[in-house]
């Protein structure tokens, strides 16, 4: 239950996307919602239903090919945004929510079409779920043939999008790759976390008293690593630590107190576990 609630929840997000701001501006997107969303422009065929139609069959092959195990969270996916489309095509209907329609401002909805959209995806993907669709296919690709799930993505995207443009104008489709590029970043700004860190890596020949003194005065752990310098053959040690980004000046502070000469690389890191950082 832990883990359907989000997938619930993200579904929901990404439907009222779809419902909100991509269909009533006439926007794309990809993948088998793609294809629902240019069933609904060419022959106004609900959303609800050629979602459903749509991925019964491919939840069904899927299930066959991949298992059952593999495909539990998908089926709920898949019968959640069935729902949630269903839901807000009757809220639409009713008048109890009016969608965002606009003649002029199309980067606006482009915009926010790519945030909602990218917010419920990334909130079903952190939690081991999927919408079905095209997902299906890549994954019975990849198990098939071997084929990269990424470029089979990629591929039936570009086919959906290409097919689109007999059916809205072509700067409708600029304004859709605005919203699939900001979709993108959302998602993976969910998948790794809200929380981001600072990763030190520190080469010194004063590693040691330097770990001791970020132990002492930042109570963080630092892991020393043995090395060897390849020009100069010499043992020394690396100092590894992560810190939340406020402290960055600080430990910079405290290798330049005792080594102004050491070589310090800084890396980002998302979702960090551990004491001191996010409970395991």
């Known amino acids: 239950m832990k883990m359907v609630l989000p997938i619930i929840l993200g579904t929901a997000v990404y439907a009222f996307g779809l419902l909100y701001f991509i269909i009533p501006n006439q926007l794309m997107e990809g993948g088998v919602t793609g294809v ?81 959209l990218g917010a419920g995806l990334g909130i079903v993907f952190r939690f081991g779920g999927t919408t079905g669709g095209s997902d299906i296919v890549a994954r019975i690709c990849n198990r098939k043939f071997g084929w990269s799930m990424g470029q089979v993505i990629l591929g039936i995207d570009i086919i959906i999008i290409g097919a689109s443009l007999f059916f809205i104008p072509r700067e409708r ?30 080469i010194s020949d004063h590693a040691p008293e330097i770990a001791d003194k970020i132990t002492a005065e930042m109570e963080r752990g630092v892991t020393l690593i043995p090395a060897i310098g390849a020009y100069s053959k010499q043992a020394k040690h690396m100092a590894y630590c992560v810190v939340a980004r406020h402290e960055i000046r600080r430990l910079n502070g405290i290798v330049k107190s005792i080594d102004p000469r050491a070589f310090v690389i800084i890396n980002d890191v998302h979702d960090v576990l551990g004491e001191g950082f996010k409970e395991t």
């Open 173 to 202: 489709i600029l304004y859709t790759l605005v919203a699939v590029f900001i979709s993108s970043k959302v998602i993976d700004f969910i998948q790794e976390g809200a929380y981001a860190a600072k990763a030190f890596t520190i």
């Open 36 to 116: 629902t969303v240019l069933l609904n422009y060419a022959f106004a065929v609900p959303p609800a239903l050629s979602t459903l139609v749509l991925n019964i069959p491919l939840f069904l092959i899927g299930l066959k090919v991949l298992g059952g195990r593999q495909m539990i969270y998908t089926g709920v996916g898949i019968a959640a945004l069935t729902f949630f489309l269903w839901v807000f095509e009757k809220m639409i209907g009713w008048g109890w929510i009016t969608p965002f329609q606009t003649e002029r401002d199309y980067i606006l909805a482009a915009l926010y079409a790519g945030v909602t």
